[in-house]
């Protein structure tokens, strides 16, 4: 097997694939780049950025023909997708990529999982791991190592978009059973772990490797953020995970745009358990010093 020093990454324009990037080269491989043509204003700096840290760029979409994704790959061993997106993207554009990295001739395939135990969940429960789902349909009896990598929820994630936290209000509010432990990471551990097992060869066959920055509970985490912050916010029970699901069946039924209730859906599958991690690899990689939630916290506020 060639040695997989030689990334090709696509989605380093985003949130997590622009860290994933530097992280691939902070472990010394060489990272080529799929970017989609017309960037401008930030997405220009950023792709400024990346070259400058010695990143090779290539124009292309993952919607485009196999023959010209594979001529991109050129001779990667990794290729490494950290795209978002609706099912063009997340199932066609990434067997899209497949079938080019198997035509470059790579060696190993990571598609853009970075989520909740999707190994674990049914049909319906969350319809953007529902996508992952059907894609890791799709890429089952690849001769790739397939290898999805895993983090739990985002702790930038648990903070914003899940709408936990009101700072204007003071209160923090969950659904469900206040001690079912959660598995959260931030964006930048994530990436840190997935650079580490995308150059490890021990994953040569692929599987699913779990990472997780911290393990505590709902209550754990409003604990963690009162003293990352300084502030006392009121914990409001919302109701249990039961009233969660009709809550999600009645904004299901109300809504054509599912967007309106899948930071819901995400929190249904973290606080049933349903989509908890039994274990973890981080010991694996123990360079990687993960940062807490309490920590995270702090050095937001410290950043204001
Ligand atoms: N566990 C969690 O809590 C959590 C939270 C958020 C995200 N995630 C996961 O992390 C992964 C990355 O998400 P993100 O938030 O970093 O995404 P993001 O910031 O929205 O970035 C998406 C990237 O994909 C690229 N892209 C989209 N469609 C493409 C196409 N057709 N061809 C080529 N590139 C394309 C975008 O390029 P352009 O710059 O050209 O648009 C961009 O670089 C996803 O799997 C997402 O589900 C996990």
């Not at 990471?185 to 490797?209: C, E, F, K, N, S």
Request: one cysteine or more; a negative charge; charged letters at 25%.
């Amino acid at each position: 097997m060639s040695t997989l020093q030689e990334v090709f990454l696509v989605g380093s324009t985003g949130l997590l694939g622009n860290r994933l990037a530097s992280a691939l080269l902070d472990r010394g491989a060489t990272v080529r780049a799929l970017v989609r043509p017309g960037a401008a204003g930030e997405k220009q700096r950023v792709l400024d950025a990346l070259r400058a840290k010695g990143v090779q760029l290539v124009e292309g979409d993952l919607t485009d023909s196999v023959d010209r994704l594979a001529a991109a790959v050129g001779g990667a061993s990794a290729v490494v997708s950290a795209v978002q997106g609706g099912p063009e993207v997340i199932v066609e554009g990434q067997a899209n990529l497949l079938r080019a990295a198997e035509r470059a001739g790579a060696a190993r395939f990571v598609p853009s999982d970075f989520a909740i135990d999707i190994t674990r969940l049914d049909d319906g429960d969350n319809f953007m791991i529902d996508w992952r789902r059907q894609a890791a349909a799709r890429f089952a009896g690849s001769p790739l190592g397939v290898l999805s990598v895993l983090n739990g929820a985002f702790i930038e994630v648990m903070m914003g978009f899940m709408g936990l936290v009101d700072w204007d209000n003071g209160t923090f509010s969950h659904w469900g059973d206040l001690d079912q432990p959660l598995d959260v990471t931030t964006v930048q551990d994530t990436a840190d772990y997935t650079a580490a097992a995308v150059l490890d060869p021990a994953w040569a066959d692929g599987g699913t490797v779990r990472f997780a920055g911290e393990v505590l509970s709902m209550r754990g985490f409003h604990e963690a953020v009162e003293r990352g912050s300084g502030r006392r916010l009121q914990l409001r029970t919302l109701g249990t995970a039961d009233d969660l699901r009709a809550e999600i069946e009645r904004r299901a039924a109300r809504s054509q745009n599912p967007f309106d209730y899948v930071a819901l859906q995400y929190q249904w599958c973290m606080v049933t358990g349903k989509a908890k991690f039994d274990a973890l690899d981080n010991d694996r990689y123990p360079e990687v010093k993960p940062t807490t939630v309490e920590q995270f916290v702090r050095d937001v506020d410290s950043a204001a």
